[in-house]
C-alpha cells in the first residue's frame, strides 16, 4: 500500500531565507508526483506536477525534485516571503487515483 | 472559467439527517473525486468517477453514496449523517488520461452534532 510521508509537519522560517520541503512515498511505480499549496480554510492549489519521466520542474521561486527510484521529493523555495506561509502537500498518483501526504505547515516570519 | 465549484460551502447536520453535497466542474474533465479532510489524517478518498455512468469506492467509502449525475457534476450523499463524518470534503477533478493533474474545488465544511 502506497504511503506519502512529509516530514517536518511544521517548519517556521525567517523571511528572505531559502528552504527545502521534504516528500517521501513507499512504492515507486507512480505516474505522477504533485506538489499542492493550501491555506487556511481553503481548497488546494496545484504548484507544480511531476511526470515519472521527469527529474525536476520549476515555477518562479519554486522547484520541486523527483527522485523515483528513492522514493523521494523535494519542493525548494527561494527567498521566501510571508505570503509562501501555507501548508503545502506532495501527493503521488498511479491509475487515476492519488494519496496525499498530511503536510507541511510552513510559517515565513517577516 | 470557474473550475471546480461545491456547495454548500458550509453545513451543521443533526445525527441522522441527510444531505447532498453538490460539485461541478467546467472543465471537460472525465474524472471526478470526493474527498475528505481531517486534522492528522490528511486528504482521503471517499470515492471516484473516472467517466460518466461509472463510480468507484476510495479508501473512506462507508456511509456515503454517489451519483454522477453527468459529465459536469458529480454528488455525494450522506444518508444518516454521524459525528465521526465532521469533516471538510473537497471535490476535484481531472482529464482522466496522464499526467492526471487534479484541479480541487473550495470545500464543504460539514459539523454533525
Known amino acids: 500500500k502506497q504511503e506519502v510521508t512529509q516530514i517536518p509537519a511544521a517548519l517556521s522560517v525567517p523571511e528572505g531565507e531559502n528552504l527545502v520541503l521534504n516528500c517521501s512515498f513507499t512504492?515507486?511505480?507512480?505516474?505522477?508526483l504533485q506538489w499542492f499549496r493550501q491555506d487556511p480554510g481553503k481548497g488546494l492549489t496545484s504548484l507544480l506536477l511531476?511526470?515519472?519521466?521527469?527529474r525536476e520542474q520549476t515555477s518562479g521561486r519554486l522547484n520541486a525534485s523527483l527522485d523515483k527510484s528513492s522514493g523521494r521529493s523535494t519542493l525548494y523555495i527561494a527567498a521566501s516571503q510571508p505570503g509562501d506561509s501555507a501548508t503545502y502537500l506532495c501527493?503521488?498518483?498511479?491509475?487515476?487515483?492519488?494519496?496525499f501526504g498530511k503536510g507541511t505547515r510552513l510559517h515565513i516570519l517577516p | 472559467n470557474a473550475g471546480v465549484t461545491q456547495t454548500p460551502k458550509f453545513q451543521v447536520l443533526k445525527t441522522g439527517q441527510s444531505m447532498t453535497l453538490q460539485c461541478a466542474q467546467d472543465?471537460?474533465?472525465?474524472?471526478m473525486y470526493w474527498y475528505r479532510q481531517d486534522p492528522g489524517m490528511g486528504l482521503r478518498l471517499i470515492y471516484y468517477?473516472?467517466?460518466?455512468?461509472?463510480?468507484d469506492k476510495g479508501e473512506v467509502p462507508n456511509g456515503y453514496n454517489v451519483s454522477r449525475l453527468n459529465k459536469r457534476e458529480f454528488s455525494l450523499r450522506l444518508e444518516s449523517a454521524a459525528p465521526s463524518q465532521t469533516s471538510v470534503y473537497f471535490c476535484?477533478?481531472?482529464?482522466?488520461?496522464?499526467?492526471?493533474?487534479?484541479?480541487f474545488g473550495p470545500g464543504t465544511r460539514l459539523t454533525v452534532t
Open positions: 501527493a503521488v498518483d498511479r491509475d487515476d487515483k492519488i494519496i
Open positions: 472543465m471537460n474533465h472525465n474524472s
Open positions: 468517477s473516472a467517466s460518466e455512468g461509472t463510480t
Open positions: 476535484a477533478s481531472s482529464s482522466g488520461g496522464l499526467p492526471y493533474e487534479q484541479y
Open positions: 512504492d515507486s511505480a507512480i505516474y505522477n
Open positions: 511531476i511526470q515519472s519521466s521527469q
